[in-house]
Every structure is written in structure tokens, then in C-alpha cells.
Nanobody, 128 residues
Framework: HVQLVESGGGSVEAGGSLRVSCAAS????????MAWFRQAPGKEREVVAA?????????FYSDSVKGRFTISQDNAKNTVDLQMNNLKPEDTAMYFC?????????????????????WGQGTQVTVS
């Protein structure tokens, strides 16, 4: 049974930091492209970061978070984290963890929402 469970969201002032975590079960995160998406009220869900070790290690970031957010993967714990620094009010959103099908890497697909078949329930991040 595939499951993704996010944790670690919360409220923080602008300029602060938060770390959200995604615990995966039923599959190995190292066999997939793992990504963090976010969705603000009234807006479409957008990818912010993706990471894979399928074939070769690759990490991707959207322009809006590059230099501020860091995605990391712990294969021993089967988790994928997103460290968010220098947070801005526009980072306020529900953050979702997502995974592609097994053995699918990120290259060429990480920006496409439909590439990801497994999703968590989300964790709220609010920046004031």
C-alpha cells in the first residue's frame, strides 16, 4: 500500500525558516522522482522542487524558490524533506509530496503535475 505523509508545516514570519518532511511507505523513494508541490488558494498546484537518484542524482528547483529551498532525501528513513529558508508571504500554501511511478526519474517530467501518480494529503505553510 503506497502512502505519503507530510508533516512539519506551520506558521512563521517572513524571513523565517520551516522544514517539511514526507514519509513514504509501500515503495522506495530512491526508485522514483520525488517532488514537493504547493497550492495557494485560488491558484493552480505548482512544483517547487524535485529530486531523483534513478540513473543519476538530479535535483531541480522552480525559479521562485531557487536559492532559498533545499530538497533532500534520506534513503535509510525513506523520507524526502524540504528545507525552506528566507520565507516570503507568497510562499504561503498547502505543500504536497508527490512521487512518479517506479523507476521513473525526474528529467523532462518534473514540471508536469500528471507525471506524479502518488500524492500526500498536504501540510499547510503560512508566512506572515
Amino acid at each position: 500500500h503506497v502512502q505519503l505523509v507530510e508533516s512539519g508545516g506551520g506558521s512563521v514570519e517572513a524571513g523565517g525558516s520551516l522544514r517539511v518532511s514526507c514519509a513514504a511507505s509501500g515503495f522506495l523513494t530512491q526508485r522514483r522522482c520525488m517532488a514537493w508541490f504547493r497550492q495557494a488558494p485560488g491558484k493552480e498546484r505548482e512544483v517547487v522542487a524535485a529530486k531523483t537518484t534513478v540513473l543519476s542524482p538530479l535535483t531541480f528547483y522552480s525559479d521562485s524558490v531557487k536559492g532559498r529551498f533545499t530538497i533532500s532525501q534520506d534513503n535509510a528513513k525513506n523520507t524526502v524533506d524540504l528545507q525552506m529558508n528566507n520565507l516570503k508571504p507568497e510562499d504561503t500554501a498547502m505543500y504536497f509530496c508527490a512521487a512518479t511511478p517506479s523507476d521513473n526519474g525526474c528529467y523532462g517530467t518534473w514540471q508536469t503535475r500528471t507525471s506524479f501518480t502518488d500524492w500526500g494529503q498536504g501540510t499547510q505553510v503560512t508566512v506572515s
